[in-house]
């Protein structure tokens, strides 16, 4: 599990976060909804799930 933050919310509904390590990320919309999100926005904390570098649930930290 990475942490991150919400950079850009894209119309499709994916989105770019920024890890901690500084590295900017995409996530596809299908992990967004995976994590139960409608509708994040820029400057929430998540935590991502990813699987051979992709990422496949992006959540709301626990």
């Known amino acids: 599990m990475e942490q991150a933050t919400v950079h850009t919310v ?3 509904g994916s ?3 920024l ?3 500084g590295v900017l990320v995409d996530v596809p919309a299908t ?3 995976a994590g ?3 509708a994040p926005r ?3 904390r998540v ?3 990813r699987v051979d570098g992709v ?3 992006m959540r709301a930290p626990s």
Request: glycine letters at 8%.
């Open 10 to 12: 894209h119309p499709d």
């Open 15 to 17: 989105a770019t976060v």
């Open 19 to 21: 890890r901690d390590d």
């Open 31 to 33: 992990a967004v909804v």
């Open 36 to 38: 139960g999100w409608r």
């Open 42 to 44: 820029p400057g929430q």
């Open 47 to 49: 935590t991502l799930s």
């Open 55 to 57: 990422t496949s649930v």
